[in-house]
């Protein structure tokens, strides 16, 4: 399984972003997925993780109510809708998968993707 990472970029605070995880498997809908973040200095965070048919899903309580996770299975990808950015939400983003239900441990998860920058300016 293979993932890719996209959509980040530079925003200002207040701004929006949407991210996008694209799996190459075959069996997409077997894994749950879920999203994580590093920032300089820091050790990985959990953001959001979403269960295999998208009917659970998990948020950190630093982006609940401003973050937005969905996916599509027939696309093979995950999305992350990122609203009301705050400059603290700056670092790079991970989406990761496993075989299995959705959890927030990072080590649970066994396929990365490599990540995309986000940046948010005050």
């Known amino acids: 399984v293979q993932l890719q990472a996209s959509g980040g970029g530079l925003v200002q605070a207040g701004g929006s972003l949407r991210l996008s995880c694209a799996s190459s498997g075959r069996t997409f809908y077997n894994y749950a997925v879920g999203w994580f973040r590093q920032a300089p200095g820091k050790e990985r965070e959990f953001v959001t993780a979403?269960?295999?048919?998208?009917?659970?899903?998990d948020y950190a309580d630093s982006v609940k109510a401003r973050f937005t996770i969905s996916r599509d299975n027939a696309k093979n990808t995950v999305s992350l809708l990122m609203n009301s950015l705050q400059p603290e939400d700056t670092a790079i983003y991970y989406c990761?998968?496993?075989?299995?239900?959705?959890?927030?441990?990072?080590?649970?998860?066994?396929?990365w993707g490599q990540g995309t920058q986000v940046t948010v300016s005050s």
């Open positions: 990761a998968s496993r075989d299995g239900v959705a959890l927030r441990a990072v080590q649970s998860y066994t396929y």
């Open positions: 979403i269960s295999r048919n998208g009917g659970f899903t």
